[in-house]
């Protein structure tokens, strides 16, 4: 049996790189962080689409990351139009940047965001707002109002276009996490000033506030913002169950609010331990290392929905019916009136 009747995974990375050769036998993640700033991914399609068929998911939006390329998919969404939607960021400046091309500035991955939406071939801005991926090796920390400012211009874009942005919230225990890059990763309150002052833009937060851990206290913070502001939302992939149910108690989150999104493509296994809440959960594991294969993010993510007893149109609205609306999918769906109205912004949009 099928968990729902339209499945859309949000949070796809359909490339990869071939990094073994670049990390000389190293198994650590800021090895691995640091190689892939300078090389080329490849199209790890074949295996999506293996995983898709298997688990039953009807779509998937491609996200680049800053590391990898909005090309291929571009290129993926042109191949398999049913199957494919693409959100963009600015890859091009981040690269030109690491290489010491050019300085980088938030006014130029603006004007690049802006020329790749303008296209036509891309749905919404993201992963995550933008940053200068120089800022940590010149030891140059931002402050709030400096990091706010640089995301009001990203958010600019995506109100001219009609898009929603993404914002990173959640962090891992692998990659060097720092406050140089996007430190709303773990101020997530921040995100309420933005979340005010464009109301017109449909805001994603990335994970959730979980992008791997147990720990709750960015879920509590991503909760309280998503609950304030109608144009919200959150992605749950990676959430257990009782998180989910948690949101779904909220009188002003509840299933309208909730993506399913899972970071599928990601290197970061899943971790069991023998304590009561939560048993198992994704996590970058140092002393396991890089994995080396492709994690199985579908079948641990899909069973913690098969926990939830709640009626069959809020799964579908958290499944793919909230994507539908926020992406403006409605063209792709194989029929109308799949999923409930949901009232509010975004209900046409």
Request: negative net charge; charged residues 25%; proline residues 7%.
């Amino acid at each position: 049996m099928r968990l729902g009747r339209f499945i859309i995974d949000t949070h796809v990375h359909a490339q990869r790189f071939a990094a073994g050769p670049r990390l000389q036998g190293s198994t650590s993640y800021t090895d691995l962080a640091q190689a892939m700033m300078d090389m080329t991914p490849y199209d790890n399609s074949p295996r999506l689409l293996y995983d898709m068929e298997r688990y039953g998911v009807d779509m998937c939006v491609l996200l680049p990351g800053q590391w990898f390329t909005n090309e291929i998919n571009a290129q993926l969404v042109e191949k398999y139009p049913d199957k494919f939607v693409a959100c963009c960021t600015a890859c091009e400046t981040h690269h030109k940047a690491m290489r010491g091309e050019i300085e980088w500035t938030i006014e130029a991955a603006a004007q690049e965001i802006d020329q790749l939406l303008a296209t036509g071939k891309f749905v919404g801005i993201g992963e995550g707002i933008p940053s200068d991926p120089t800022r940590r090796q010149r030891g140059k920390s931002i402050s709030m109002t400096e990091r706010l400012d640089e995301m009001r211009v990203i958010l600019q874009v995506a109100r001219k276009h009609r898009v929603p942005a993404r914002i990173h919230t959640g962090v891992v225990q692998g990659y060097p996490l720092t406050h140089h890059a996007m430190p709303e990763t773990i101020h997530i309150l921040w995100v309420a000033d933005l979340a005010a002052e464009f109301p017109d833009v449909p805001l994603i937060l990335d994970h959730g506030g979980l992008q791997a851990g147990y720990l709750e206290r960015w879920v509590d913070e991503a909760l309280h913002v998503a609950g304030a502001f109608d144009n919200v939302f959150l992605e749950v992939g990676l959430w257990w169950a009782e998180l989910i149910e948690k949101a779904l108690a909220d009188p002003n989150v509840g299933p309208e609010k909730l993506l399913f999104g899972t970071d599928w493509g990601a290197s970061m296994p899943f971790y069991w331990r023998p304590a009561p809440h939560p048993r198992s959960f994704p996590q970058q594991i140092r002393k396991w290392g890089i994995p080396r294969h492709q994690v199985d993010y579908w079948g641990w993510s899909f069973r913690q929905f098969l926990k939830l007893d709640i009626p069959q149109d809020d799964l579908n609205l958290i499944l793919g019916g909230n994507a539908v609306r926020i992406f403006r999918l409605e063209d792709r769906l194989p029929h109308r009136r799949l999923f409930r109205p949901v009232e509010g912004p975004w209900k046409e949009a």
